[in-house]
């Protein structure tokens, strides 16, 4: 089911990815 939510909104996705990355 996570992977359907990543298809649906792979943009606010990556965004979390990038802001983990930025606060470490």
Do not use: G
């Amino acid at each position: 089911s996570r992977s359907l939510w990543i298809c649906r909104h792979p943009v606010d996705s990556t965004t979390r990815v990038l802001s983990r990355a930025t606060a470490q």
